[in-house]
């Protein structure tokens, strides 16, 4: 319950269009698609619907809500488009705000010189997406999510890209933030805090703030108000329009490849190859499963052809650019073409009508979330380490579908991101479940839990609880109570009351 | 059809939030700043608004009994144009369509005893007294014909027709003299064709559509159930329709009806093509016209269950397309938002009779995508759309011209 006083005051902040405490409002910031949040629902907790939802429009509004809300001990979860894996936008305690980042929407410049894009929170990566593409340049990447999601939400919860390989997990792209702080100051990070310097760097005076409030800080310290994102070389001409129903065309100066493995072994050494070798802007190793689900046009079809065992169980597809010219794609085809004859691969030409959709999601995600058609997923693993991980990963995702009667979705060979030129690899493996199904659905958390406890390995970092509960969520049990510790002192610095996301960050003890 | 609201309980659990009901489908976005595609939440912002917010908070939470009627609520589900966006990108991706959720909530809220927001329950009431929605009298169904040729005027009699086409025109002109010129137009070029067509004048009830926007299932029924009897009894084979309202209830609701239906619907759009195509009218002079085309929900992603583009169907778009290039002098500039991802005009389920403010904003928001093509004129073909944009044009003092596309077709004849 506000109480009227505080609801008028930030009534006055934002305009009275743009606050609400209806029930009908409230009630539509308080679930999304993963565990934390489904489970309130089931339980009616009244605790995940926040008491306000509030729009500000700009950097001065959100100083004003959060100055109220810290001077009244009001919560403030901000939300863009909310789409994320750990219920983090879900309210866990009463006099909480909801702070709907919908009206900072702007693309505030695009500069071809310095390759950056400077936006506001609501900035989605498909708007960015078509306007940084007709000037010759892209962001570097996409999630397999909507294009609708945030573009930086999902930067600063560790965004990751099929085209992590050439451009590395979404962080890299940040040159710096603008953040309001709990207490409503503003803080700049980088070299925009310079005078006259520019914002395309991502070091600034002193040590480098950036790196606190960027990953996993879950919305627990600040609000991103602002960000300035880095730009590559788009090869790909004018974004191609699907012309035929799921099925869009490859951009220009763009070639895909899919080869297929009979085992793990080869299918590692290829990619570790290819990454080494440095060609293609895009390295991943997929199954049957999570081919068939998000790129078949129907639940049915998606089914059938997973049980059928339509796609091969392992395979890689990897994506070259003419960045230069098509010498450039002619050399790196040849390269690549030693290195899959030399692993013992085996091109699936065949393949490409089939995952047609690739050619658009790989670039700008339309489709990649299908394979949620069932009601939600999990990740049931996840993992970070060398390539050479993969057949442990894979073993021990194995151990795990053998202890429960919920399936895992990609039960042939776990999804694998090609990172940095190879540098390291994402491990993952996933379930989909029925969330309407109470019992479907304790069962893929039970699965998920099992999951993430069962997971020490010396050089693997296991992305421990990340899509159960995000508290310290990065870090696996093993890390020990000081990560604890230091991320409490750090939250105690920037957000002493606990105004901001309480507990999913790091929950502070009054 | 529309199922009770229970039976959605599988999608409105698993709606994901994912947004993609709010904005153009990724893959067909051009420019950054025509990305939404949901009126409501463009204009309220509050993600109630959304369909994601409609199907995936609000009616889960009342089938599981966690929130109870009330006004707010009732504005919420009945401030929307179900202009199907959200079905088309929701569509794609999880084969979930929103609008049939929200009308299930309507069809419970009539069920529950409540009556509708806004202007909707005079709008729900005429519709009972007058069975059409401007209360009007049978007998002014025929008014909308005064100087056209008497060879039309021969299919009056209804049944005594012996035609097989009938040419449905709808309720629209009974709204104002204005909306009158789209029948005649219409009419006209089936004339000039040489169609041996007819019409049901006085006899001709309304479609239904109005009743099961509102969520009135049963009165939609029993329209529907008399109006299918009716065009069998009759013998028709193919049944033209001019108002895409029209169109969209009698080819994808009629069906589900159960009723088996024993002629074609098409829409006045494709038989024009098509007319145009075998040479039976031959536009061979000159409107010099730069123009931009607004496709009308009600012929696109609505015009069928099921998902546009898939194969199974495809909204009309083609054939407007096709006889705006067969006119000599036109040049079309598509605006960015078009086909599957065209924004709505803001008239949509009637939404002008309950939210004027809604609809009027919707229209300025189409009108200045319109004015960013360049184009000095606005064509479309729905006599909702034309009051809505039109009107949005006057008010605004907007030089655009607005044109109905059959309008341009008889000056190209």
């Known amino acids: 319950m506000i109480e009227p006083h505080v609801y008028q005051a930030i009534a006055a902040v934002v305009g009275p269009d743009f606050i609400s405490d209806d029930p009908m409002v409230r009630q539509t910031y308080s679930k999304d698609g993963a565990f934390p949040g489904i489970m309130k629902r089931y339980k009616q907790d009244p605790s995940a619907i926040p008491d306000l939802v509030v729009l500000p429009a700009s950097t001065e509004e959100v100083q004003g809500v959060v100055r109220i809300a810290n001077r009244y001990g009001l919560k403030v979860i901000p939300i863009s488009t909310g789409a994320n894996m750990v219920s983090l936008c879900i309210p866990s305690e009463p006099g909480t705000i909801s702070l709907d980042l919908k009206r900072m929407d702007k693309i505030l410049e695009i500069n071809e010189d310095t390759m950056t894009a400077t936006i506001q929170p609501y900035v989605s990566f498909a708007r960015i997406q078509a306007e940084t593409m007709k000037r010759g340049l892209w962001n570097g990447g996409t999630p397999l999510a909507p294009g609708s999601c945030g573009l930086l939400s999902n930067i600063i919860n560790s965004g990751t890209w099929q085209s ?8 890299r792209s ?52 602002e960000a300035t994102m880095k730009l590559h070389p788009w090869a790909g001409g004018e974004w191609p329009q699907e012309t035929v129903y799921n099925r869009p065309p490859l951009p220009a100066n763009h070639r895909i490849y899919y080869v297929e493995y009979p085992d793990i072994e080869p299918m590692n050494e290829a990619m570790y190859e290819i990454a080494h070798s440095g060609i293609g802007t895009h390295l991943n190793g997929a199954s049957n499963g999570w081919v068939t689900g998000m790129t ?24 070259n650019a003419g960045i230069s010219s098509t010498r450039q794609l002619d050399h790196e085809e040849n390269v690549l073409r030693d290195i899959v004859k030399e692993t013992g691969g085996k091109f699936r030409d065949d393949l490409n009508e089939e995952m047609a959709t690739w050619h658009g999601d790989a670039f700008r995600d339309g489709c990649g ?141 009054q | 059809m529309i199922k009770e609201l229970e039976e959605y309980r599988h999608w409105c659990w698993n709606c994901f939030r994912d947004s993609t009901c709010k904005h153009v489908f990724t893959w067909h976005l051009k420019n950054a700043d025509y990305d939404d595609i949901c009126p409501t939440l463009t204009r309220y912002k509050f993600d109630a608004y959304s369909s994601q917010g409609k199907m995936g908070d609000l009616a889960r939470a009342m089938i599981e009994g966690e929130i109870e009627w009330s006004d707010k609520l009732l504005e919420v589900i009945y401030q929307d144009p179900l202009c199907g966006a959200c079905d088309y990108n929701c569509g794609r991706i999880t084969e979930m369509q929103p609008t049939r959720v929200i009308q299930a909530m309507r069809a419970k809220a009539l069920k529950d005893g409540l009556n509708p927001p806004g202007g909707f329950k005079t709008f729900l009431d005429d519709l009972r007294e007058y069975m059409n929605p401007f209360r009007k009298h049978d007998a002014e169904r025929i008014n909308w014909m005064k100087g056209l040729p008497a060879s039309l005027a021969d299919g009056i009699s209804g049944t005594g027709t012996k035609t097989k086409t009938l040419l449905y025109v709808g309720c629209f002109p009974l709204r104002d003299p204005s909306a009158e010129k789209m029948a005649q137009d219409a009419a006209t070029v089936l004339i000039k064709a040489g169609v041996d067509v007819g019409i049901l004048g006085e006899k001709e009830r309304c479609c239904g559509n109005p009743s099961l926007r509102m969520g009135d299932v049963d009165s939609f029924h029993a329209f529907a159930k008399e109006n299918i009897k009716m065009f069998n009894d009759m013998g028709i084979e193919k049944l033209v329709t001019i108002c895409p309202f029209c169109y969209s209830t009698f080819k994808r609701d009629y069906p589900e009806v159960g009723e088996k239906m024993n002629f074609e619907v098409v829409h006045i759009l494709e038989f024009t093509d098509e007319l145009i195509t075998q040479g039976k009218l031959k536009l061979t002079k000159p409107v010099n016209l730069n123009v931009t085309y607004h496709d009308p929900c009600h012929l696109g992603r609505i015009s069928d269950y099921g998902i546009s583009g898939t194969g199974a169907f495809s909204g009309i778009y083609e054939p407007p397309r096709n006889i705006l290039n067969s006119i000599p002098g036109i040049t079309l500039t598509e605006m960015d938002r078009n086909r599957d991802d065209s924004w709505c005009c803001g008239a949509g389920s009637w939404l002008r009779d309950g939210y004027l403010e809604l609809a009027q904003w919707t229209a300025d928001k189409r009108i200045e995508e319109a004015e960013s093509t360049g184009a000095e004129a606005l064509v479309t073909y729905c006599p909702h759309c034309e009051e809505n944009l039109g009107e949005a044009i006057q008010r605004n003092g907007n030089k655009m011209k607005m044109y109905d596309l059959l309008d341009l077709v008889l000056q190209g004849l």
């Open chain 1, 164 to 171: 992590s390989l050439a451009y590395g997990v979404g962080l």
């Open chain 1, 174 to 225: 940040i040159a710096n933030l603008t953040l309001v702080l709990p207490n409503g100051d503003i803080l700049k990070t980088g070299s925009a805090t310079i005078p006259a310097c520019g914002n395309f760097w991502c070091q600034g005076p002193g040590p480098d703030l950036k790196g606190i409030f960027e990953f996993c800080n879950h919305g627990g310290m600040a609000v991103i108000v």
């Open chain 1, 296 to 319: 078949q046009q129907t639940e049915e079809l998606a089914e059938k052809r997973w049980h059928e065992g339509f796609f091969p169980r392992h395979m890689i597809y990897v994506i």
């Open chain 1, 369 to 509: 979330s299908r394979f949620q058609r069932r009601g939600s997923f999990s990740s049931i693993k996840l993992g970070c380490g060398h390539i050479d991980n993969h057949r442990e990963f894979y073993e021990r995702s194995q151990d795990i579908v053998m202890r429960h009667s919920h399936y895992m979705f990609d039960e042939e060979t776990p999804w694998v991101y090609i990172f940095e030129r190879g540098y390291y690899a994402l491990f993952e493996d996933d379930t989909v479940f029925d969330q309407s199904d109470y019992e479907e659905a304790s069962s893929a958390r039970d699965m998920n839990i099992d999951g993430f406890v069962r997971t020490p390995k010396q050089d693997l970092l296991d992305l421990g609880y990340y899509y159960m509960e995000p508290v310290l969520t990065i870090y696996s049990p093993r890390v020990g109570p000081n990560a604890k510790h230091w991320v409490t002192q750090i939250k105690n610095v920037f957000d002493p009351n606990d105004t901001m996301n309480p507990g999913k960050l790091v929950r502070l003890e």
